[in-house]
């Protein structure tokens, strides 16, 4: 949910490019580098470790760690974890087919679809084009930020199991003034895609999670990602999260939280293998028309984002990254106790995705595992340096 973080970005940064070697030699090449790279991670502070990696029809998995620390079992092979913000490029993929389809388009305003809900404090729905929150130059404050769930482990365990309407998400963002007009700068706010989400009720007549299951799950077979709703427990088997609140603090348990806090944001659970399978159908074209998926890839500078993420661009719920082979699409994940790294080729060839059960909080080993894992998940698909 949160617009980066260091760690996720350099995973980000390395995860995709092409890769010049041998298909056989590849292959074992893979095989070690993804499982050091996990290991690593694990012995630096990141209690459960899941990597996968795909290249034309070799897919490569890894873990390291424990699925939770009370038990000591190990890790899930493709177990189940919250994707985080990964929903947002889901969510894009909606609108965008209804603009395709003549439903919507992406100079609506705000004020159509949702009359009077972006209002007050220098708000206005009227000046917001739906292009302006697929892309995050809205200005809208982010919402999170006044989540008082987030703020401690005393604060989520008195609110992990609350409802959150989107109405009231929104609400929250509307205290505060906007960070720019719409249209003249980047920052990202998980608001902007609340709001997404009510759009395609309004133009649906459906909740956003119901268009996304019959336009984007069933016609893929992603049979093991959902929007939970309601519901606050990870399917089985799983990972536990674990979430490090202030430097020097101790790690806690926050698997379980009623993911409606996230909703059209970051509120979708999957496992690597559908995850994977996902970003490669939406770069082979399966999921939207090449006009549409020009308007998806056209790009801004992610201005918030430069000294994490140098030359990083962001499009309609996409991010552009520059690599030493040239630039992967991805998107980061982010909610309490998980984070995922995810990035896939132009061609959608090749894909790989990262799922961590810790946040850390600690500086220091956060940045040995940003660096390490840089140069590591930069081998495993660019090949050895």
Same mark, same amino acid.
């Given at each position: 949910?949160?617009?980066?973080?260091? $760690?996720?970005a350099a995973l980000l940064v390395a995860v995709v490019a092409g890769s010049a070697a041998p298909a056989a030699a590849a292959t074992t090449t893979r095989d070690r580098t993804l499982q050091a790279a996990v290991d690593d991670l694990h012995g630096r502070? /990141?209690?459960?470790?899941?990597?996968?990696?795909?290249?034309? %029809?070799? +897919? /490569?998995?890894?873990?390291a760690g424990v699925r939770d620390l009370r038990t000591g079992q190990p890790v899930p092979v493709d177990g189940y974890f919250?994707?985080? !913000?990964?929903? &947002?490029?889901?969510?894009a993929v909606?609108? @965008?087919? $209804? /603009?395709? =389809?003549? &439903? $919507?388009? @992406?100079?609506d305003t705000v004020e159509r679809w949702l009359p009077g809900v972006v209002? %007050?404090?220098?708000?206005d729905g009227r000046t917001i084009t739906v292009r302006n929150l697929l892309q995050h130059t809205?200005?809208?404050? *982010?919402?999170? %930020? *006044? $989540? /008082?769930?987030? #703020? !401690?482990? =005393?604060?989520? @365990?008195?609110?992990?199991l609350d409802h959150h309407d989107a109405a009231d998400l929104v609400a929250l963002a509307m205290r505060h003034e906007p960070g720019f007009a719409a249209g003249t700068h980047w920052s990202y706010s998980n608001t902007n895609y609340i709001l997404a989400g009510m759009i395609i009720e309004k133009v649906t007549g459906r909740p956003?999670?119901?268009? +996304?299951?019959?336009?984007? @799950?069933?016609?893929? %077979?992603?049979? =093991?990602?959902s929007m939970p709703g309601d519901v606050p427990f990870l399917p089985g088997p799983h990972a536990r999260g674990y979430q490090q609140w202030e430097p020097g603090g101790e790690l806690t348990d926050v698997t379980v939280f009623n993911p409606t806090v996230a909703g059209a944001s970051g509120g979708m659970v999957t496992t690597p293998s559908d995850l994977a399978r996902f970003w490669q159908a939406l770069q082979r074209g399966r999921l939207l028309q090449p006009q549409q998926m020009a308007q998806m890839h056209d790009t801004v500078l992610a201005e918030t984002v430069q000294d994490e993420v140098p030359g990083a661009r962001y499009g309609l719920g996409i991010m552009f990254l520059p690599n030493r082979c040239g630039g992967a699409w991805a998107h980061l994940g982010d909610v309490p106790g998980t984070s995922t790294a995810n990035a896939v080729s132009a *061609?959608? #060839?090749r894909v790989a995705i990262v799922a961590l059960s810790t946040q850390l909080a600690d500086e220091q080993p956060a940045r040995a595992v940003q660096q390490r894992t840089t140069r590591l998940l930069d081998d495993i698909i660019c090949g050895a340096r």
């Open positions: 949910m949160r617009a980066s973080r260091s $760690l996720a502070g /990141v209690t459960g470790v899941q990597g996968l990696a795909r290249t034309g %029809g070799t +897919v /490569v998995t890894a873990r919250r994707m985080g !913000s990964n929903t &947002k490029t889901f969510v909606v609108a @965008l087919q $209804l /603009v395709g =389809e003549g &439903k $919507l388009s @992406l100079d209002t %007050g404090n220098g708000n809205s200005g809208i404050a *982010d919402y999170t %930020g *006044d $989540l /008082v769930g987030l #703020s !401690s482990y =005393e604060n989520y @365990l008195a609110h992990r956003w999670a119901t268009e +996304v299951s019959a336009r984007i @799950l069933r016609p893929l %077979g992603l049979r =093991e990602t *061609d959608g #060839s």
